[in-house]
């Protein structure tokens, strides 16, 4: 999803107009989510970038776009740019520390 959202609308209040906006982006990632993976991935990952024009764009991590789009809101802009792109990943396994002991066993 690459686009551009406009928060003002004459017929809708600001604050419902960024309701309605990050329901669409939810909906969005869930729907990609439920997507089919590729053979030999294990998940689906989004790169998100966000930026008041698509030139002022920055990378942020999914959890911020909800953040960012209130941002938005408070700074009073008329529109943003909001880019989620999905991509299939394979989970990596965290490196342990040198010294860690295993927490696989339960102790008795």
Same mark, same amino acid.
Do not use: Q
């Given at each position: 999803?690459?686009?551009?959202?406009?928060?003002?609308?004459?017929?809708?209040?600001?604050?419902?107009?960024?309701?309605? !906006?990050?329901?669409? !982006?939810?909906?969005? !990632?869930? *729907?990609? *989510?439920?997507?089919?993976?590729?053979?030999?991935?294990?998940?689906?990952?989004?790169?998100?970038?966000?930026?008041?024009? +698509?030139?002022?764009?920055?990378?942020?991590?999914?959890?911020?776009?909800?953040?960012?789009?209130?941002?938005? +809101?408070?700074?009073?802009?008329?529109?943003?740019?909001?880019?989620?792109?999905?991509? +299939?990943?394979?989970?990596?396994?965290?490196?342990?520390?040198?010294? +860690?002991?295993?927490?696989?066993?339960?102790?008795?």
């Amino acid at each position: 999803m690459k686009k551009t959202f406009l928060l003002t609308d004459p017929k809708i209040k600001p604050t419902r107009r960024v309701e309605a !906006i990050k329901g669409d !982006i939810k909906k969005y !990632i869930k *729907r990609e *989510r439920k997507k089919k993976l590729p053979e030999g991935f294990d998940f689906w990952d989004f790169n998100c970038s966000f930026g008041d024009t +698509a030139e002022e764009k920055k990378e942020i991590h999914t959890t911020e776009i909800m953040k960012s789009i209130d941002d938005a +809101a408070s700074r009073s802009l008329d529109k943003f740019y909001l880019e989620v792109l999905a991509t +299939a990943r394979n989970r990596s396994k965290k490196p342990k520390p040198d010294g +860690a002991e295993s927490t696989d066993k339960i102790p008795a």
